[in-house]
């Protein structure tokens, strides 16, 4: 693409990177959600009307090792997962905790209008993380229980 | 858009020269007269000021008295307006012609899409009365009956055959006339995630979602947009009932499963 064209855009570059994820998603699909090493989110954005589910697998290190993400919703939406998915891979629980939907905003230069898809993405790891959590002190609790 | 008849702006005198800026809509003028107070000073500036384009002229300190009738006049009633060409009162909500000299009027800010549509303000409508009542309104004020006409008439239908666009396309739907209705009583569906969605609602979706995705044959799109229908019927039913006895949280909730469902139902047909 000439120079011409992407300065034309403004934030050319921008402008291709929900293009890209929204054309080339990375890590589309799903994880086992009865396993005890996966956590899974799902949300929903009641405005828009858009369903995000985002799981992740975690390792007995507390990194976690995989991600799978799947939006039904608007480019931006779908792209704000498939990001998110990107960056929690190789980060530890507490890393990951830490993504904020104004990072995904900048990364992917999302429009005020489209704000609320990176919140919803934010959401979804948060609550994905919430829920592996929950699982591993269940574990906890069962291991205790059955030790007396 | 609000609809004020009397606008009271308290600032700074640094923002005082900004003032004019704000109100660049003259349409929104057409019906307000807006005061600034400067701490003891009143500048008092009218519609007819703006469109002149002259800021505001301060009044005199006098002004206990003008204190008290500024205060007195502060109301958001609707005010009895006047033909912007004959000077004849208008006197129907909402006003598209003058009866007297058949001038186009500005859109009635107060006036409802229900108002508007002519129909009652309720979830079950005759929505081939509402077609009907669109083109007639059309028939008379699409800018294409006003190529011949002064600047202002072709202003004024612009904004009127744009608001009865709206007003249309609002109310067909059950969706959008349901999430209007609940905005004419201070409700509205806020950004962002819902916290309190039930998840095996979610999950649902997640799978009707996945099998519309999945499918490989028309048929299989057929069925599952069937009983997406069949799903929306069922919510227009609830919502009607919810809307009828008053239940607006009951409303809001059914509208907003009927907006995930309408997603749905638009994406069959890709």
Known sequence: MSNNTTSSFGRGRCYFKVVDHYENPRNVGSLDK???NVGTGLVGAPACGDVMKLQIEVDDQGKIVDARFKTF???SAIASSSLVTEWVKGKSIAEAMTIKNTDIAKELCLPPVKLHCSMLAEDAIKAALQDYRVKQQDIEIEAVKASN | MVSLTIFRIICTSEALHILP???ANRRCLSKTSIYAT??????????K???NNSCFKPVSESTGKHVSSLLRTFSTASEKLNCWNCGHSVEQTPAFFCIFCNFVQPPDEGASYFQIMDCDQTFALDTQRLQKRYLDLQRTLHPDNYTHKTVKEQEFSEYQSALVNKAYRTLLKPLSRGLYMLELKGMHIQEGTDAGADPTFLMELMEINEALDGARSREEVDKIGAATREKLNDLTK??????????LQA???????????ANIEDKQDQ
């Not at chain 2, 609830?238 to 239940?247: C, F, M, Q, V």
């Not at chain 2, 409303?251 to 469902?261: D, H, N, R, T, W």
Request: proline share 0%.
């Open chain 1, 73 to 75: 919703g608007c480019g």
């Open chain 2, 38 to 47: 400067l701490c003891k000073n009143f500048i008092n500036f009218s519609s």
């Open chain 2, 49 to 51: 000021d703006t469109q």
């Open chain 1, 34 to 36: 009865t396993s005890k």
């Open chain 2, 238 to 247: 609830r919502i009607e009932a919810s809307l009828h006895k008053g239940e």
């Open chain 2, 21 to 23: 800026k704000l109100f």
């Open chain 2, 251 to 261: 409303a809001k909730a059914f509208l907003v499963q009927m907006k995930y469902f």
